[in-house]
C-alpha cells in the first residue's frame, strides 16, 4: 500500500504564498492523488486532484489560486498556494490510491486508502 507524508505548512500572512509537498513511498505517475483539507468541526474536503494521466481539477474556491503538480522522479505531489486567504486555515492532508493506473477524479475522503498526517496551514488577516 502506498505511503504518504506531507511537509511545507506553516502560518503566513493573507495574500502570502506556501507550497506543501507529499513525498510517496511510490511513484505518482498513473496514480490518483489529491489534497484535502479540514478544520475542527467540519467533515474533510478535496481542494485539488490529479488522475494517472496528470489531468487536474480544483474546488471552485481554490481554482485560480491553488496549482496542484507532480514531480515523479522524487516521486512528490505539490500544492502550491497563492494569495492565501483566512478562510484557508486548515489542516491538509495528501492523499492517494494504491490501484494504478487510475483515470477518474474522488472528491470524497473515501476514494483514498493512503493518507498523511496532515500539515497545518495558518493564514492571518
Known amino acids: 500500500q502506498v505511503q504518504v507524508v506531507e511537509s511545507g505548512g506553516g502560518s503566513v500572512q493573507a495574500g502570502e504564498s506556501l507550497r506543501l509537498a507529499c513525498t510517496a513511498s511510490?511513484?505518482?505517475?498513473?496514480?490518483?492523488m489529491g489534497w484535502f483539507r479540514q478544520v475542527p468541526g467540519k467533515e474533510r474536503e478535496g481542494v485539488a486532484l490529479?488522475?494517472?494521466?496528470?489531468?487536474?481539477k480544483y474546488a471552485g474556491d481554490v481554482q485560480g489560486r491553488f496549482t496542484i503538480s507532480e514531480d515523479n522522479a522524487k516521486k512528490t505531489l505539490y500544492l502550491q498556494m497563492n494569495s492565501l486567504k483566512p478562510e484557508d486555515t486548515a489542516m491538509y492532508y495528501c492523499?492517494?490510491?494504491?490501484?494504478?493506473?487510475?483515470?477518474?477524479?474522488?472528491?470524497?475522503?473515501?476514494?483514498?486508502?493512503?493518507w498523511g498526517q496532515g500539515t497545518q496551514v495558518s493564514v492571518s488577516s
Open positions: 492523499a492517494a490510491r494504491s490501484g494504478s493506473p487510475c483515470y477518474e477524479f474522488r472528491w470524497e475522503s473515501q476514494g483514498y486508502d493512503a
Open positions: 511510490t511513484n505518482t505517475i498513473g496514480r490518483c
Open positions: 490529479k488522475d494517472g494521466a496528470g489531468r487536474r
